[in-house]
């Protein structure tokens, strides 16, 4: 056991030892700090007029958001809100450039925006507490209607409306821009991170081929058996620390910037046609197991192409194909199941919308949350393809 240890440590060593691991790190670390600032950058015109910067916009978007937390979303609320978007002139060519909205309105826009999904303009405008108080159920029909019309089985459907029922009302308005902007880019940064894998990983077997050295390393005691094993083990958890290095700095980056108030706001603050009672530093949990996993699923697959393939440059060529293509191609809902198999590619799996819509899994005798397939059937096939990237090894033929 000590003599694998002292090979995982030699291969670590190799890894670390590369320039391209260093410069992918560095290029990923700054992407990932970058990325929260994409969303803050440039500012907003009226009428060919410059109003303000975007990120003096969130920050005081964030203070009216913060001063209304806490408040249940029931007729009070809601009514409120109504009241202040009435007070915008109805002759107003941009509603937006007017002195009502900005000092009155606006606070609200958030509350205006979600009503905006269950009432029509009309009604928004002529509310009443009485209207106000069919919020909900305007909802639950919606979702009723959503889940009916899906292309699911029975006990899918059955399950979906079971969640919903169990999520609590009336929901808590809360500051939730931090949470939002974090969770829908971590697809970007679990590409970040399972790229840099691929630039890491690529040479782990393959370098050994186009450099020659491998029918040396086969001739020693331990060339096919433990040098295996202790590869894919340095690999592995090299993926690990690329992945927490990438999220550590993106979360603490979307920190700084945005701010993680208020964790215990539900879900459908952020989307209101999901049906799982979650709040969103459940989400948060989640959705960074589900990317973790996937990442870890990548970087196996590189891993084996590594092991079949002659040169690093045509692994990184074939995983980052895969890596994109799935991103940059979709699949219609109907039929359901096609999607849900293409959901299960790795990059896939790191799409907020993906982890939490559009169904869930049905097995036989359990309908499982893509929250928990995900994570699962990447881990199950990361091991799988760590296996057969091991046999790959062992059982290639030397020139």
């Known amino acids: 056991m000590r003599q694998f240890w002292t090979i995982v440590g030699f291969e670590y060593r190799k890894i670390l030892g590369r320039r391209s691991t260093w410069a992918a790190l560095a290029a990923v670390l700054i992407f990932a700090l970058l990325n929260s600032q994409l969303y803050l950058m440039g500012g907003s015109y009226i009428n060919g007029e410059y109003l303000e910067s975007n990120r003096h916009a969130m920050e005081k978007d964030r203070g009216y958001a913060l001063a209304l937390s806490g408040r249940p ?22 509603y937006q450039a007017t002195q009502e909205y900005q000092q009155t309105a606006r606070p609200y826009e958030p509350i205006w925006l979600m009503m905006s999904n269950f009432y029509t303009e009309e009604e928004v405008l002529a509310m009443t507490p009485d209207l106000a108080a069919e919020f909900y159920a305007r909802r639950s029909a919606l979702v009723a209607k959503d889940i009916a019309e899906m292309s ?15 999520i609590k009302t009336p929901w808590t308005y809360r500051s939730t821009a931090g949470y939002e902007t974090f969770l829908t880019a971590l697809e970007f940064v679990g590409f970040l991170a399972a790229f840099a894998g691929a630039v890491c990983l690529a040479p782990l077997f393959a370098g050994e081929y186009s450099r020659g050295t491998d029918p040396i390393l086969r001739s020693a005691r331990h060339g096919r058996g433990l040098l295996a094993w202790a590869k894919l083990l340095a690999g592995t958890t090299v993926q690990l620390a690329l992945f927490g290095l990438t999220a550590g700095a993106s979360w603490l980056s ?6 993680f108030d208020n964790g215990d706001a539900p879900l459908q603050m952020m989307a209101w046609r999901y049906n799982y009672p979650l709040t969103l530093l459940q989400c948060t949990f989640l959705c960074v197991l589900c990317v973790m996993a996937a990442s870890l699923m990548q970087a196996a697959l590189t891993m084996l192409l590594s092991a079949r393939l002659k040169t690093p440059f045509a692994v990184v060529i074939v995983v980052t194909v895969l890596m994109l293509a799935p991103m940059m191609f979709d699949l219609p809902k109907r039929p359901l199941w096609p999607l849900l198999l293409y959901n299960l590619l790795p990059v896939r799996m790191m799409k907020f919308s993906n982890i939490f819509s559009p169904a869930p899994y049905e097995l036989p005798g359990a309908v499982v949350p893509q929250y928990v397939m995900f994570p699962a059937f990447a881990l199950l096939a990361a091991l799988a393809l760590v296996f057969l990237a091991a046999r790959c090894y062992r059982r290639r033929q030397t020139a």
Do not use: V
């Open 73 to 94: 979303m029931d007729g009070e609320l809601l009514t409120e809100a109504a009241r202040a978007y009435q007070a915008i002139p109805q002759n107003a060519e941009l």
């Open 254 to 259: 979307f920190l700084s910037s945005y701010g």
């Open 152 to 166: 699911a089985g029975d006990a899918t459907k059955a399950a979906l409306l079971a969640w919903d029922a169990q």
